[in-house]
């Protein structure tokens, strides 16, 4: 009796081992390890010129308060449990106060603001509450219709300090993707927020296809401008616009290799009568060709090292992810369920790709990680109509992506385990979204 | 008898986290055996499309009737002929004619007719010039494809040959446009490779028939340009297409 129990406990060991639980993939620090900040609120500096400064005070305070808590690194303390308020400068600070309180409060951050001859003046401090330190103390001079700039600025010299550099902090980054017009599509540019949005082009044709690079100075997309579809640069600073110098009546899904120098894209080129992944100088200049299969290559995007490219290819019957190398070796298939994969877009810190997919059986496209090193798959949209095109922050903690959920497609931003999902556009018709690197 | 319970109670367990532990994967309905499908098979009523190249025709012209027919083993033409279930043929009517074609199959007929009107000219034959627009824009027909897929099916082959035939004996100075279309189901960024690889197979397939490679250009519009904005079967079935358009030359 005993040894058919014994038996038993290790089958059941064995069914337990072989059929694990399916992971789920956390991005926020557990509570117990959390940082907790105390915002304060910026109050008005003194001298202060301007009738107009409360209006800029409050956009400061509640952009800072939704940066902070939208980095997923923090939490933030209710007001109401502050013991102190009004603190414009270090003077006022009374640690006593804050540390008797058992509210395990981490950092206070605090400051003023006023308008002088015309400029905006931001003054802001971060102390830690335990050692009485100073961890940082800035003052920034702008235009005030710049100040939603300065509360970004603010939060990411905050998520750069506290997190030790594991974050630059994306308060800054802007989000490029595409959008519907009477005759096609035209880019726009928002900030990462969902505010601040631009239209990049106007050429009323199709654009398509947008991906920043590595300095945010340029973007390359796909243009129809040309009558037939091919690879441009726009300078997002002056809006000229190049055509990448490659001959063929079918160029698209272009996208910048991490030092700048080169770009991949799939192309059709003279010759050949299926698209295959290339690999050129930004000039046009030593093109390479990776890979070379009679079905179709798209939608390349680089590994942070440069080295590998992951991209789709119907080479399995249907579309499904692959990965080689830059040297052309032969492609290696991730993920080997089938279904509808599409639009992969590698980590900043190359350990995951994300990807939309829609396994066989389902009807819409949800958004998947896939951990490249053990083929291990998370899935971080459900059951909320079509979710595709994911891009990463250049954090690796945030995804921004196009979703119909509510109807017509707009883009939609989420912390890489699925979780915090906010919708950034409510134009409709929102395609492609692509999210920029650091701006320092 | 306690131990048999007990060994029964473990069989139990171990089946039942066999069933729920498993990855993810959906239940699959098994597939019916080929006995079940037998005596349950029904077939399914003949579907016709028959149209003619021309309504009107002066007398002594010759026009072409088309049809195709799915779930059909033969078409019938009355007065004319006995064919297979997709093809065309020409006909000269000396007065207006009304022409009816039958579609037979296993699951009954289909009839559809169609009229064609001969103007009676009084000095005989009346020659109809048509511009190569005209023609293009009158006989050639697109192609349609299934859903992710970019390989011709059977009723696109037949149209291709006759478009390539129009090609090159009726028109073969013109050069045309393939336009790959996709419907908006797909991935934008793959529907842009698939576009491309229809308008390519309806290029190489006329190729093979024998159209000059220098009159055909290609261009994806991937989900781009729907020709049927709506979002159901309907409107996608007519978006996945290979369209073609008239390359209009400057004339010096």
Not at chain 1, 110 to 120: E, Q
Not at chain 1, 360 to 380: C, M, P, S, W
Not at chain 1, 402 to 420: K, V
Not at chain 2, 229 to 237: D, L
Request: contains cysteine; proline residues 5%.
């Amino acid at each position: 009796m005993r040894r058919l129990l014994l038996l038993f406990v290790l089958i059941l060991s064995f069914v337990i081992a072989i059929f694990p639980q399916q992971e789920t993939f956390v991005i926020k620090p557990k509570p117990d390890q959390e940082t907790v900040l105390a915002l304060t609120g910026f109050q008005m500096g003194d001298g202060n010129q301007d009738s107009m400064i409360d209006v800029y005070l409050e956009t400061l305070n509640g952009v800072l308060k939704s940066d902070l808590e939208n980095s997923g690194f923090f939490r933030l303390l209710s007001p109401s449990f502050f013991p102190q308020k009004g603190i414009k400068v270090p003077q006022q600070l009374d640690f006593t106060e804050w540390r008797d309180l058992n509210l395990k409060i981490d950092y206070i951050i605090f400051g003023n603001s006023k308008i002088i001859n015309n400029n905006l003046i931001v003054e802001c401090w971060v102390f830690d509450i335990k050692t009485g330190d100073k961890v940082l103390g800035k003052r920034y001079k702008t235009m005030p219709r710049y100040v939603r700039k300065v509360a970004h600025r603010i939060s990411d010299a905050i998520v750069s300090i506290l997190t030790a550099n594991q974050s630059f902090g994306v308060a800054s980054t802007q989000i490029v993707f595409e959008r519907k017009s009477e005759v096609g599509k035209e880019l726009y540019v928002m900030d990462y927020d969902g505010e601040n949005v631009h239209k990049l082009t106007s050429n009323s044709n199709i654009n398509l296809t947008p991906e920043w690079s590595p300095d945010n100075s340029e973007i390359c997309f796909t243009s129809y401008i040309d009558k037939f579809p091919g690879i441009f640069f726009l300078n997002v600073l002056d809006g000229t616009i190049d055509k990448l110098n490659v001959m063929g009546d079918f160029l698209t899904t272009p996208t910048f290799s991490p030092d700048g120098k080169r770009i991949a894209f799939s192309g059709r080129l003279k010759g050949s009568d299926n698209p295959d992944i290339y690999i050129c100088d930004l000039d046009g200049k030593n093109l390479v060709n990776i890979t070379q299969n009679s079905g179709i290559d798209i939608s390349p995007t680089f590994s942070p090292s440069g080295n590998q490219i992951c991209f789709v290819s119907d080479r399995g019957g249907s579309p499904s992810l692959f990965i080689t190398d830059i040297y052309g070796a032969a492609p290696e298939k991730i993920i080997d369920e089938g279904g509808y994969m599409s639009s992969p877009d590698w980590s900043p810190d190359g350990r995951f790709i994300a990807f939309s997919w829609r396994p066989r059986g389902e009807n819409h496209f949800d958004i998947y990680i896939v951990e490249v090193a053990t083929k291990r798959v998370f899935q971080l949209t459900k059951g909320q109509g079509d979710n595709e095109n994911p891009s990463w922050s250049p954090d690796g903690r945030l995804i921004v992506f196009e979703s119909n959920r509510d109807g017509s497609f707009d883009i939609f931003r989420m912390f890489a385990d699925g979780t915090n999902v906010v919708k950034l556009t409510s134009f409709g018709g929102c395609h492609n979204p692509s999210w920029s690197n650091y701006n320092k | 008898m306690k131990r048999f319970f007990i060994l029964g109670a473990m069989i139990l367990t171990l089946i039942f986290l066999f069933s729920c532990g498993g990855r993810k994967t959906p239940v699959k309905t098994p597939p019916q055996t080929q006995r079940a499908s037998q005596q349950h098979e029904t077939f399914e009523k003949p579907e016709l499309n028959f149209y003619a190249s021309k309504d009107t025709i002066n007398r002594g012209e010759s026009v072409t009737l088309y049809w195709n027919s799915k779930y059909a083993d033969e078409v019938i033409i009355e007065n004319v002929g006995k064919y297979s279930p997709v093809g065309s043929i020409d006909v000269r009517p000396e007065t207006t004619t009304e022409y009816t074609a039958i579609a037979q199959g296993k699951g009954g007929i289909t009839t559809k007719s169609l009229i064609v009107k001969v103007l009676q000219t009084s000095g005989g034959i009346v020659e109809e010039n048509l511009s190569d627009e005209e023609i293009f824009r009158r006989e050639i027909k697109d192609v349609f494809f299934d859903f992710d897929k970019y390989n011709l099916r059977p009723d696109a082959v037949e149209t291709l040959k006759r478009d390539a035939y129009i090609l090159i004996h009726k028109i073969p100075n013109v050069k045309i446009l393939i336009e790959g279309h996709c419907d908006e189901r797909g991935s934008e960024e793959y529907n842009l490779a698939l576009g491309d690889k229809r308008a390519n197979a309806a290029k190489e397939f006329l190729i093979k028939e024998g159209v000059d490679p220098s009159r055909i250009r290609t261009i994806s519009y991937g989900e781009e340009r729907p020709f049927d904005p709506r979002h159901n079967e309907e409107a996608w079935a007519k978006n996945r297409r290979a369209h073609f358009v008239l390359i209009k030359e400057d004339k010096r």
